[in-house]
């Protein structure tokens, strides 16, 4: 199983930038997924879900800025930043849930640093 994000990078504030998550090993269309992000010394933090049934969801801090998408076809799962903030700096992460039965997997993370 594997959970590779890519697309992390430096970027100046109100720019954007797109994470992608590339799945491989399980069955990528039963599995709700989800990006988090991190910053030293703070607890992880889910930013935006997508369903099964492609429903998005978003954490507040982030609605209208972040778009999350999936392609089922190519098991990957997508994340578009606009009008990014100093505040967006963290290690962004790709997480695979699905509920029954029980699986939870993590990709390795990707530094997204918002600087001028």
């Known amino acids: 199983v594997q959970l590779v994000e890519s697309g992390g990078g430096l970027v100046q504030p109100g720019g954007s930038l797109s994470l992608s998550c590339a799945a491989s090993?399980?069955?990528?269309?039963?599995?709700?997924m989800y990006w988090y992000r991190q910053v030293p010394g703070k607890q992880r933090e889910w930013i935006a879900r997508i369903s099964t049934g492609e429903k998005p969801s978003y954490v507040n801090s982030v609605k209208g800025r972040i778009t999350i998408s999936r392609d089922n076809h190519k098991s990957t799962v997508e994340l578009q930043m606009n009008s990014l903030k100093p505040e967006d700096t963290a290690v962004y992460y790709c997480n695979a849930v699905r509920i029954l039965p029980e699986e939870d997997y993590w990709g390795q993370g990707t530094q997204v640093t918002v600087s001028s």
């Open positions: 090993g399980f069955d990528f269309s039963t599995f709700d």
